[in-house]
T-cell receptor
Framework: SQKIEQNSEALNIQEGKTATLTCNYTNYSPAYLQWYRQDPGRGPVFLLLIRENEKEKRKERLKVTFDTTLKQSLFHITASQPADSATYLC????????????FGTGTRLLVSP | GAVVSQHPSRVICKSGTSVKIECRSLDFQATTMFWYRQFPKKSLMLMATSNEGSKATYEQGVEKDKFLINHASLTLSTLTVTSAHPEDSSFYICRGQDLNTEAFFGQGTRLTVV
């Protein structure tokens, strides 16, 4: 069966450290993968998109890797801050039109001062 | 910048009544609007996809007569939960998509049916 798995347990780290979140998928052939941030009671906010032919993408303190052999994406936040505390969702799509997104359950990140 | 404005953010209604949720795309044209439902600590579950001017496509298991979707223009889509029951209580989120890669989510609506 098809699955997108993110660690359901919260990730607790100290301010200034690098947070690394994992997204594993099974029985999908994604054309791209996206990462979103979701705060409690709010809709997700788009962060980064990485395509299947890309290994790594960066945006400010964020870095995403995509390994289609391992069927895994890693999401890194360097120099983490308490304001980075939120739930982070990965989503993948097999279509080239960026329409059909399938979401993981998200991982909650808690950055303590 | 482009955003999707979703209203109301919270609504409490009595069992048996109907509730309408609106999503408006600002500064872009949402050719497609997606409607999701999210349970606590669960993934976003796609309910239906609507394109402007045509009937919505519902996912398996979603009752189209219960969750009425209207996408009358490129900037407005509505979801009406008809004859709401306590089990319909959930967090509903819309997502507007234009022709680019980025998706714009609404702020979400917390529906509580009492």
């Amino acid at each position: 069966s098809q699955k997108i798995e993110q660690n359901s347990e919260a990730l607790n780290i100290q301010e200034g450290k690098t947070a690394t979140l994992t997204c594993n998928y099974t029985n999908y052939s994604p054309a791209y993968l996206q990462w979103y941030r979701q705060d409690p009671g709010r809709g997700p906010v788009f962060l980064l998109l990485i395509r299947e032919n890309e290994k790594e993408k960066r945006k400010e303190r964020l870095k995403v890797t995509f390994d289609t052999t391992l069927k895994q994406s890693l999401f890194h936040i360097t120099a983490s801050q308490p304001a980075d505390s939120a739930t982070y969702l990965c989503a993948l799509g097999e279509d080239t039109g960026f329409q059909k997104l399938v979401f993981g359950t998200g991982t909650r990140l808690l950055v303590s001062p | 910048g482009a955003v999707v404005s979703q209203h109301p953010s919270r609504v409490i209604c009595k069992s048996g009544t109907s509730v309408k949720i609106e999503c408006r795309s600002l500064d872009f044209q949402a050719t497609t609007m997606f409607w999701y439902r999210q349970f606590p600590k669960k993934s976003l579950m796609l309910m239906a996809t609507s394109n402007e001017g045509s009937k919505a496509t519902y996912e398996q298991g979603v009752e189209k007569d219960k969750f009425l979707i209207n996408h009358a223009s490129l900037t407005l889509s509505t979801l009406t939960v008809t004859s709401a029951h306590p089990e319909d209580s959930s967090f509903y989120i819309c997502r507007g998509q234009d022709l680019n890669t980025e998706a714009f989510f609404g702020q979400g609506t917390r529906l509580t049916v009492v």
